[in-house]
């Protein structure tokens, strides 16, 4: 079964608010989370590191006023796209690694598809 | 820094045909390589990985992958398709140790033709 969620899986907004996407581990503690973005028939490109208890590294490009990350539980990450525009629409996807697993698979969310209009 | 070059972005075959979607990586470092596939509209689900020892891995469903240092390759393959197996597949690399997140290729979309 799924070891990480997300939530929701669509969502459909109006441009300029604000849509918040939540991804769980569900069986494990995870002090960091991986946010990556998915456009269409492309490959999938890291966005943030989200770290418990601190900030999330963002990847050069990546703004990070706009896309806010809160990790404030071991098992609870937060991506808030912030004054959304259609150029954010795109495919979210988290994911999470065991702790202390050594094999470096990672799981992944089933990924929140985002559309602004 | 990792890289990953998945050379082929299509790639249709007919059903019960041998497929191999290519995938070559670039490392100064040891590393760690996966495969995930994709389903339309879904996250990613781990199809095989190598860490260490054997260099042939395989899947449940009938993939496999080798990996091979000299080519710095790890090639999927498998001898028999199924409709079922259209989808999108993607090649991956990490550096062992430490929490670190993993580099994607492109990905190669693989439609099986009945």
């Known amino acids: 079964g799924a070891v990480v969620s997300q939530h929701p899986s669509w969502v459909i907004c109006k441009s300029g608010t604000s849509v918040k996407i939540e991804c769980r581990s569900l069986?494990?503690?995870?002090?960091?989370m991986f946010w990556y973005r998915q456009f269409p028939k492309q490959s999938l490109m890291l966005m943030a590191t989200s770290n418990e208890g601190s900030k999330a590294t963002y990847e050069q490009g990546v703004e990070k006023d706009k896309f806010l990350i809160n990790h404030a539980s071991l098992t609870l990450s937060t991506l808030t796209v912030t004054s959304a525009h259609p150029e954010d629409s795109s495919f979210y996807i988290c994911?999470?690694?065991?702790?202390?697993?050594?094999?470096?698979?990672?799981?992944f969310g089933e990924g929140s598809r985002l559309t602004v209009l | 820094a990792q890289s990953v070059t998945q050379l082929d972005s299509q790639v249709p075959v007919f059903e019960e045909a041998p497929v191999e979607l290519r995938c070559n990586y670039s490392?100064?470092?040891?590393?760690?390589l996966f495969w995930y596939v994709q389903y339309p509209n879904q996250g990613l689900q781990l199809l095989l990985k190598y860490l260490s020892g054997s260099t042939l891995v395989e899947s449940i469903n009938g993939f496999e992958a080798e990996f091979n240092k000299s080519q710095t390759s790890f090639h999927l393959r498998k001898p028999s398709v199924h409709i079922s197996d259209t989808a999108e597949y993607f090649c991956a690399v990490s550096r062992p140790g430490g929490n670190t997140p993993l580099v994607f290729g492109k990905g190669t979309r693989l439609s099986v033709i009945a």
């Open positions: 069986d494990f503690q995870a002090t960091t």
């Open positions: 994911s999470a690694r065991r702790p202390g697993s050594g094999t470096g698979e990672l799981f």
């Open positions: 490392s100064s470092v040891s590393v760690y």
